[in-house]
């Protein structure tokens, strides 16, 4: 009987446990993907970045003998559909660990073994698994470095060559890539960001070796220079399963034992990402509720006219309008600016973290649903392990710091430059006429002057008697 291969965010042949054990076992496959509940509720962005990847992955499935069926529909009754047509008697899948597709999966899965059909998930998407991470008193881990120190000696199994044969199960009928349309709420035209986003195994591949052949020996020094590239830039595909973590961890750790300078700070960045997972699969609340609760009745301000000119990249503050277009052009943003453009919202404008979460899930190519939840609670100050609240970032001493020379304001603002760079005239390209944005115009006034931002917000988060 036919094994029902369900592709989710694995779309690699390389380190695939799932497609390794089905080649192995010799069984015919069919390999689907299914456009459902919780693929239909991603951003417009990852929508967008799902379909880039699937037009990249699935021909190179169908080089191996294996076409991919695309259907729609709600996964178990679309799961249950393939089931009846093609007699198979097992689906598997590598797991995912957000809430939703957890909550999806064990539906699905209690559902096909009462119906005597194997349901089996693979691991993959993470080099910990959560539920195996505890803490010496029993519990999960709430704080880094201790966990750090947990998992760094923790075996991690060496990646599986690429798989090179599958056989083939019988054919069926599905909809296109175009009929499902993953890109279409991509309010920008996708274009603008084709231009700067790269898709597929092969360039994951190449991102890697050439971050190994440079960058990892200043990581450490440079990482957080915004007109730099000394980061790797792997995450928007480890957040479609392009690489897995173990490929990355294993190079990172061939490059710290020939004594790379940057390697440990890389892979403890690397597990920044497996802790995120942690808290998210022990805490699933991450994205929607104040991890510490005595933050529920801080005063957030919710929409405003504010929240929206942040969104626009319209604040009138230089770096953190920088970011705003970096992240709309590109659909990425270097991690500082992150920062920087998630304190400026919730401190200097003391608005709810989660607008901003929201305007992100929707914006970045590599959303990730654990390290942007987690990236925001830490900046806003209610997070596990966050920032103490009196940590304000001042927009403008981190630019001068990190951008010393404005080179990285100057690639995204277009304002009172007549000689604008391509990037900075990009942002004019890509937003909805409808927001009414002209490259000439002057730059607009800053919504708030930073020291008046600073005191509001010292106040408001002091007069609760947040503590560090
Ligand atoms: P590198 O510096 O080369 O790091 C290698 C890998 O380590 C990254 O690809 C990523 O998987 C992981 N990593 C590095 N830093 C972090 C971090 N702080 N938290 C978790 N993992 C990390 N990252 C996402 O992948 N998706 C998101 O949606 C996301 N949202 C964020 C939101 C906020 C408010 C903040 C502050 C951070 C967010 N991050 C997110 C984390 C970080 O900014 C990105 O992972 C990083 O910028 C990706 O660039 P890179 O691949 O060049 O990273």
Redesign the pocket.
Known sequence: KPILLWLRRDLRLADHPMLSAAASSGRPVVAVFVCDEVVSAYGAAPRWRLDAGLRAFLPRLEALGCPVTLRRGPALETLRALIAETGAGAVWWSRDIDPQAIARDSAVKSALKAAGVEARSFPGQVLFPPWEVQTGQGGPYRVYTPYWKAVRGLPVAPPLPAVTRLRPGPALRGETLEDLDLGRAMRRGGAVVAKYARIGEAEAQARLAA?LDG?IAV?RDR?DFLAEQ??????????WGEIS?AQ?WHAGARALAEGAAGAET?LK????????WHLMFHFPDLGRANWRAEWDSFPWAGESASAERWRRGMTGEPVVDAAMRELYVTG?????A??I??SYLTKHLLTD?RI??AW??DC?I???????????Q??AGCGPDAAPYFRIFNPASQAEKFDPESVYRRRWLAEGNRHAPETARDFFEAVPKAWGLVPGARAPEPLIALAEGRARALAAYGARGAKE
């Open positions: 971050f960058p990581y990482r000394a980061t790797s830039a792997l995450s928007e595909h480890l957040a973590p990355i890389f960045e690397l597990v920044w990402r497996e802790f995120a990425r943003m270097h991690n500082r992150r920062m453009a998630a973290w901003g979460l992100f899930e970045l590599d959303h990730d649903p654990a390290a942007n939840a987690m990236g925001w830490w900046v």
